[in-house]
């Protein structure tokens, strides 16, 4: 590929045709911290003195639907975790005082309370800094900070856990652009970050990634990449009102209780059928009050296992969210899958835990089948729990039909599965590996009973 550069800033453009799964970049990452709080061990000396003090307080709540406000939020939580990191950086500065020059530090465009505490973490860490005998001048410690919080990659946990583990800063791997619709992925893995084609590039296309989670509806990935990344998006899918006519994003028009509300970032909040527009402080009301729900809901379920009780505390928040949003809304699949995955047992031990579990993954697979792209781990992983329901299913099952019935149904959806974990983590993968033994595991029963002879 080529680094070119345009008026939207450095971009990579392929000078030749990828196909899906290709990886057309790959560099360890310039340097690299465990995510704040962490071990001391991991620490050196210094680094630990340096962490010693303590950053500045973190900004009051202010009201939670205001712009600058969430900024300032998002500055003062990821200053938090990447502590490790910027002391790290701090004292690469101190040696190589050009090292992180090439990255953007978004200052212009930081909204004025987050620049401000921004340049008082900086303040704070300089006097640390010079408590542990090291100088480097503020202006470069703000940049620094700066460009941490908008260049940043995050490694995940190997085995379960979303969180990131530990952060770091890739040069190379920084100059990749964002698209909500992007064509490749950025992969972090052993401190080094691939960047990996999810569909076929031609010649000359610029190469993207997406900086947030892309299945976020419109007004939220707007406000992701704004108050995280201090940009406004400009891609087709921002401008698109209805996502691609998935209307993933859309509510119910409370005006003329017909049309839907969508928004765009030229518009804002829109009914398609009467032109009425939305609050968009109601909207974000709504959207935070059922993210904290459904997350509560998740500590409860982790705690207590999955019960009836867990299940129907679900059913009651995806009916709340179907009153006021489109039925293809993102936090509707959110809840939908967290209910597969932490409402459901992992191997149901009976035929009442299996069909629950079926129920449930069928009814998320109905909703990601119409929202998400053709290929989708979360399908992958939806596909997986069906057939792990259907196979206990028929576990459970005495007749013969029913049993044959069940089997087949299990061989075919940790069948797809195999198909959409092999095309978005590659064949050798371990959950596609695990897809396929399952697949298998199944037709061999499925065989082994069409050819029992009748009793
Ligand atoms: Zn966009
Ligand atoms: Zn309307």
Known sequence: MLLTHTSGGRSYVATRAYAPRDEILSAPMTLHAPVWPCDPALLSPTERLVLASPPPPPPAPAAPHDEAAAALRACAASL???????????????AEPL?????????????????????????????????????????????????????????????????????GLCLAAAMVQHSCAPNCEAVVRDAAVSIVATQPISEGSELTISYIDASEPTYSRQRLLWTGKLFRCRCVRCDDPTD?????????????????????????????????????????????????????????????????????????????MLEACHPNHKLLLDARLSKVVHATEAHPSTRAAAESKRLAAHAALTQAARVLPTFDWQKADLHFHLGAASFAIAAAETAADAKKEALDAAAKQLLLSVIQFEAVLGQEAPPTRAARDFAALAMRSLQTLLTQPAP
């Open 244 to 320: 691609g006519e998935r209307f993933g994003g859309c509510f119910r028009c409370e005006a003329c209780g017909r049309g839907w509300q969508r928004w765009t970032a030229r518009d804002g909040w829109a009914c398609a059928a009467c032109g009425g527009s939305a609050s968009e402080a109601a909207v974000w009301r709504w959207d935070e009050a059922r993210r904290a729900e459904l997350a509560a809901l998740e500590e409860r379920a982790a705690d207590e296992g999955p019960s009836e009780a867990v299940r129907e505390e679900y059913d009651g928040l995806i009916g709340t």
């Open 99 to 167: 090292a992180l020059v090439s990255l953007d530090d978004g200052w212009a465009h930081r909204p004025a309370a987050a620049r401000a505490y921004l340049a008082a973490t900086a303040a704070r860490l300089g006097e640390a800094l010079g408590e542990a005998a090291v100088e480097v001048r503020t202006p470069l410690l703000e940049h620094c900070l700066g460009a941490i919080l908008i260049n940043a990659f995050g490694e995940a946990r190997r085995e379960g856990g979303g969180e990131a583990e530990r952060v």
């Open 80 to 94: 938090l975790s990447y502590r490790a990191l910027a002391v790290r950086a701090a004292l690469r500065l101190a």
